[in-house]
């Protein structure tokens, strides 16, 4: 008799245990994102294609891609950041179509920067360039985050050619972005006599015969034989002048000292 019982009791057990195991393959089953996470150097960054391109420490060379939902962290904000030579700790999901889209960016070490002293020798609407000591060539880009400072200059619109300056800036394959620019001097100079003066600006004939106009403003500095402002230049007297080439032709004078009245 509780053999006949037993058999039931089994049978309904090795049910129950079928069922169960079931539902968990079912479980099991649901097509999760495979998740996975790697170390390395950053090899490139293509802000076009909002993907960079990593040299992990297990050997591999990975492309991550990027979108609005990436989320960086220390020393990043953004992809812009990212720079080749950084190290970064990537967190990323694989795609049904094989690609890796990463979901954390954790940039272990900051960009390299670098510096290099040079006079500007052209100034755009969000670039410059400048013929460096070294005597090679730079152009930097200027973006939100660029610091400018000396000489009164406090954005891209207050360089000129012929200014000597500093910049720190970090390199992103070709591009060079200009994290901060110090004007460290304006080295263009004539010595020559005043022909003309007008109501924010005044006429000089260099020396070499060449005619001048220069354009002053409240940064003017003025100085020798007593004459400490603009109201006291007057037609003959011999100046030497210190100033700068703005990108739109115009000569801004930035100190005038009176030689001789």
């Not at 960054?45 to 979108?67: I, L, P, W």
């Not at 090679?136 to 973006?143: A, D, H, Q, S």
């Not at 660029?146 to 591009?175: E, H, N, P, R, W």
Request: no cysteine; net charge positive.
């Amino acid at each position: 008799m509780q053999r006949k019982l037993y058999v039931p009791l089994i049978l309904a057990l090795i049910t129950a245990l079928a069922f169960s195991n079931v539902a968990y393959a079912a479980a099991g089953s649901t097509d999760a994102k495979s998740t996975i996470r790697r170390i390395g150097t950053i090899l490139s960054v293509d802000a076009g294609a909002n993907t960079f391109r990593v040299a992990t420490t297990q050997g591999e060379h990975m492309t991550f891609h990027v979108n609005s939902s990436t989320i960086y962290r220390r020393n990043a904000s953004s992809l812009s950041d990212l720079a080749p030579s950084m190290k970064v700790n990537v967190t990323a999901e694989k795609l049904s179509n094989g690609e890796y889209l990463a979901t954390i960016v954790n940039a272990i070490n900051s960009q390299v920067k670098v510096k290099v002293k040079g006079n500007v020798t052209d100034v755009g609407s969000n670039s410059f360039t400048i013929l460096g000591t070294d005597g090679n060539t730079y152009t930097f880009n200027v973006t939100a985050k660029t610091v400018f400072s000396g000489q009164d200059v406090v954005d891209i619109t207050g360089l000129a050619v012929g200014m000597t300056v500093k910049v720190t800036y970090t390199k992103s394959g070709d591009l060079l972005r200009a994290n901060s620019v110090v004007v460290t001097a304006v080295n263009i100079k004539i010595d020559g006599k005043i022909t003309k003066i007008g109501t924010s600006s005044f006429t000089v004939l260099a020396n070499d015969g060449t005619t001048y106009v220069f354009h002053v403003t409240s940064n003017t500095t003025y100085s020798g034989n007593g004459v400490t402002s603009f109201s006291e230049l007057a037609k003959g007297m011999k100046v030497r002048v210190t100033y700068t080439l703005r990108s739109d032709g115009e000569l801004r004078a930035v100190k005038v000292i009176v030689r001789k009245l």
